[in-house]
Structure formats: C-alpha cells, structure tokens
C-alpha cells in the first residue's frame, strides 16, 4: 500500500523534471556509442534497462500531463466562450428600466453610481451580477441613506455596447430629450453624455 501512495506521490512533481528525464534518458538510449563516449556516459550502459524503464516513465507522465493540459485548456476556452454568450443574452434580454439605469454609467461618465439598493430594478441588475456592490474595506462597505456606491461587473464592462442600452454614439436633441425622460427616478438630472 505504501508503494502505491509513494508511487502517487511520484506523479505530483512538476512535468518539468519528467520532461528532463525523458530527453536526458532519450539521449542516451538513442544516441551512439561515440557520442556516449564523448559525454563520458559510456560506461552507464550496464544500466540500459534501468535507463529504458526511466525513459517510458517519464515520457508516458509527459504525454498524459500534455493531453490532460490540453483537455483543461479547451475545457476552459468552452466555458469561458459560453459565458460570454450567455453574458450577451443577458444584456439583449433587458427591459427598458433596466436599460435605463446602465444608461447612467455612460451618461454621467462614471464607473461608480450611488444607487437605491432598494430599488426593485437595481436589486434584479445585482441579482444578475450585472451590477455590483463597491467595498470600500475588505468586505464592509459605506452607505449613506438608502444609497450605496454601485459599478457595472467587469466582465459585463466589456461587452456592454451602447446598442444594448438603446443608446446612439452622437445622440441628437431629440433623443437626448427621450433619454432624458426616461431615466430612472432616483437621478439627479446631471447630463455628461
């Protein structure tokens, strides 16, 4: 029983050190004898089969660390493509109060927002993770009144585009006087956009 935890144990080491021991033994096993005599390893081949056994070991883990990297890998590049996608679902699914409050980042200019944490809408961008709670000190946070400092979820940052906040890049009177009926209640009517 030992010997099979040992032997465990031996699989946890960094695939650096088999990759080594396979070519270092991979050298030797296929090189010739006067290379070995140059290296002044000739005098190791009484151990050849030791040096066989060493050299399909460490090969084999190398082989099963690389499929299993590569495995991971994909596996991570799939998970991280469908989120993505679900992420653009999200936004494409919004209603229009709120589009309205992610409109507010964009209009005022800022990456922090005082919000209601009351508010209905606001609770469900947060319940979403499209929204989330700045704290200012470790995991305690500062609130004054029924406001608390409010940013959009990095992820969602990155792929939130004007179209998905029915915003237009230069906006003329008209629909900047639409937006302007359409914030939230709870804004003061400042206007950086």
Same mark, same amino acid.
């Given at each position: 029983?030992?010997?099979?935890?040992?032997?465990?144990?031996?699989?946890?080491?960094?695939?650096?050190?088999?990759?080594?021991?396979?070519?270092?033994?991979?050298?030797?096993?296929?090189?010739?004898?006067?290379?070995?005599?140059?290296?002044?390893?000739?005098?190791?081949?009484?151990?050849?089969?030791?040096?066989?056994?060493?050299?399909?070991?460490?090969?084999?883990?190398?082989?099963v660390n690389l499929i299993i990297w590569i495995f991971n890998k994909l596996h991570f590049e799939y998970k991280l493509y469908k989120l993505k996608a679900e992420h653009k679902q999200i936004l494409t699914e919004l209603d229009p109060k709120e589009k309205a409050v992610?409109?507010?980042?964009?209009?005022?200019?800022? &990456?922090? @927002?005082?919000?209601?944490?009351?508010? +209905? =809408?606001?609770?469900?961008?947060?319940?979403?993770? !499209? *929204?989330?709670?700045?704290?200012?000190?470790?995991? &305690?946070? @500062?609130?004054?009144?029924?406001?608390? +400092? =409010?940013?959009?979820?990095?992820?969602?940052?990155? !792929? *939130?585009?004007?179209?998905?906040?029915?915003?237009?890049?230069?906006?003329?009177?008209?629909?900047?006087?639409?937006?302007?009926?359409?914030?939230?209640?709870?804004?003061?009517?400042?206007?950086?956009?």
């Amino acid at each position: 029983m030992d010997f099979l935890k040992s032997f465990f144990d031996v699989t946890k080491l960094p695939t650096k050190i088999f990759l080594v021991v396979s070519i270092v033994t991979g050298v030797f096993i296929f090189s010739g004898s006067e290379i070995l005599k140059k290296l002044h390893l000739d005098k190791f081949q009484t151990y050849e089969g030791f040096v066989g056994l060493a050299f399909l070991f460490s090969t084999v883990l190398v082989i099963v660390n690389l499929i299993i990297w590569i495995f991971n890998k994909l596996h991570f590049e799939y998970k991280l493509y469908k989120l993505k996608a679900e992420h653009k679902q999200i936004l494409t699914e919004l209603d229009p109060k709120e589009k309205a409050v992610l409109r507010e980042f964009i209009i005022c200019s800022q &990456s922090s @927002i005082d919000m209601p944490y009351d508010n +209905p =809408v606001i609770a469900g961008l947060l319940g979403k993770n !499209i *929204l989330s709670i700045n704290k200012q000190f470790g995991n &305690s946070l @500062i609130m004054h009144g029924t406001k608390v +400092p =409010v940013s959009v979820s990095r992820y969602f940052l990155k !792929i *939130l585009k004007f179209e998905y906040v029915d915003l237009m890049e230069n906006p003329t009177e008209e629909e900047k006087h639409l937006i302007s009926e359409n914030r939230p209640e709870w804004v003061n009517n400042s206007w950086r956009y």
